[in-house]
């Protein structure tokens, strides 16, 4: 079946250090701006710092058996040096995160009541002033896809996805390892279930285009601290499907609705090493940085590949 897209995305907003656009062939991308610290990845995949929050992003679905995401590690234009020596982690989880944009839930016994009705009639609201004209756009990229509002997504709905509980049974994506007997590809159980209230455990297949590599495919996979791990080499630009399946039957399952959420998008600096380097590199060269993208559920749907 064709991948399906997303519905919506949230991020932390105003601060956030994540730069949104479209790119031809209808993915919306998700780009690192600013250099990593060295000390800000995050640890765990929940209750993270407002710096950690301002490197993620969250994307909902709904109905969804497959998806996509293309993953590019770029270079500024003027960085000709070859970094296929090198390479990042693409940091994945299943988890709601709470950005600061959107409050909590409030509970049915919470609601206000509804003010009683008046006996006098009201005056008339006063006129409001015209709208102001929007501001000159100063990002060159196109706008993304038009989306529903992401805070009205009901979270409690979310299927229960939890790779720090998950089995890897193959890790061979695009036959590079770490176990290269597996199959082609990279299957794991146990990530979850369907709904928040189903007992019936899932499983995640992820198959690569034949593009893909990594730099140290070792981390591939889920890790000690609830991440999904991803490892793609430098100037690689790769397209993963993603398919939940049955954990008996393997075949592929629909999730009601879940959310994927993307960390830590930064960049190195130029001749600085991590435990050195500030935001802007002190005015010096970034490095390699990732852009992750994904199409939404209003683009022309992905069609899967073999």
Not at 156 to 164: G, N, R, V
Not at 167 to 195: E, F, H, K
Not at 275 to 293: A, H, I, P, Q, Y
Request: proline residues 15%; negative net charge.
């Amino acid at each position: 079946d064709p991948a399906q897209g997303f519905d919506a995305y949230i991020t932390s907003g105003g601060t956030s250090e994540v730069e949104i656009g479209a790119v031809t062939g209808g993915w919306t991308s998700f780009s690192a701006t600013l250099a990593g610290t060295g000390a800000d990845n995050p640890g765990k995949v929940q209750g993270l710092t407002e710096d950690q929050l301002n490197k993620a992003v969250s994307l909902y679905y709904s109905n969804t058996s497959s998806f996509q995401l293309r993953v590019r590690l770029f270079p500024p234009p003027a960085f000709n040096a070859t970094l296929t020596d090198t390479g990042r982690n693409i940091l994945l989880s299943g988890v709601v995160l709470d950005f600061p944009g959107c409050p909590p839930p409030i509970p049915p016994s919470a609601s206000p009541s509804p003010p009683p009705p008046s006996t006098s009639p009201s005056p008339p609201p006063p006129s409001p002033p015209p709208p102001s004209p929007p501001p000159p756009s100063s990002s060159p990229s196109p706008p993304p896809p038009s989306l529903p509002d992401p805070c009205s997504v009901d979270r409690t709905l979310m299927a229960p996805i939890d790779f720090l509980s998950s089995n890897v049974l193959y890790n061979n994506l695009n036959g590079v390892g770490p176990t290269t007997t597996d199959p082609t590809q990279i299957l794991v159980s146990n990530v979850g279930s369907t709904t928040p209230t189903s007992g019936a455990t899932m499983g995640m297949r992820i198959v690569s285009d034949s593009v893909y590599q990594a730099h140290k495919p070792n981390r591939n996979g889920p890790n000690a601290k609830g991440f999904f791990v991803l490892n793609i080499r430098g100037e690689v630009d790769t397209i993963l499907n993603f398919t939940f399946v049955d954990d008996n039957s393997q075949d592929p399952v629909t999730v009601p609705n879940f959310v994927i959420s993307i960390y830590d998008f930064d960049r190195g600096c130029i001749g600085q090493s991590a435990g050195l380097r500030n935001k802007t590199c002190d005015g010096g060269s970034f490095d390699l940085g990732e852009v992750v993208m994904a199409k939404s559920s209003t683009a022309d749907p992905a069609q899967g590949f073999d």
